[in-house]
């Protein structure tokens, strides 16, 4: 091999790596610029994705990307990612595959407090306009523990109180 064929392989080589690595910064910065939550608490859900069987749909979220309803090989686009709305209680993806006769398809996820990551609820209540839940341990509030703590505590005490009469 020529010193030219080795001077080009080595660029080549280089080049590669360096658009690996421009690729891999690219990819760490724009992780870096998303909002988390006040906490950071939404952090894991970064490369995640979430599956709900509804009817003959599979609907299937990755917050901080997109949004989409499968049936069977054909895929619709019900959004991409658009951040927490309303205090971090409402994740929103907008801008998805245009309704025929009607507006681009969205889609809001309720956040409520769970022992697990549970997508569920999909509901179509405008044309093209979902809504559904998804149960977390990401959204339970300390206050909120302490308020569902207190009830529980409440009703151990009925129960006690009933169980003496």
Not at 3 to 13: E, G, L
Not at 15 to 24: D, E, G, H, I, V
Not at 68 to 89: A, C, I, M, P
Not at 91 to 119: Q, T
């Amino acid at each position: 091999m020529s010193d030219a064929a080795h001077v080009r392989k080595d660029y080549n080589d280089l080049s590669r790596k360096l658009s690996k690595m421009q690729s891999r910064i690219s990819t760490l910065e724009n992780k870096m610029k998303q909002d988390y939550g006040n906490e950071g608490e939404f952090y894991s859900f970064y490369d995640q994705c979430f599956e709900h069987k509804e009817n003959k749909y599979i609907y299937k979220i990755c917050p901080y990307k997109q949004a989409s309803q499968v049936e069977g090989h054909s895929t619709t686009n019900l959004g991409r990612w658009d951040g927490f709305k309303d205090s971090y209680k409402i994740m929103e993806f907008s801008n998805g595959d245009r309704c025929w006769n009607g507006p681009d398809r969205s889609l809001k996820i309720r956040l409520r407090c769970g022992l697990k990551n549970e997508f569920d609820d999909v509901d179509e209540p405008s044309r093209c306009e979902y809504i559904a839940s998804l149960l977390t341990p990401a959204f339970c509030r300390e206050e909120r523990l302490q308020e569902l703590q207190k009830r529980l505590d409440s009703l151990n005490q009925e129960i006690q109180t009933h169980d003496e009469l």
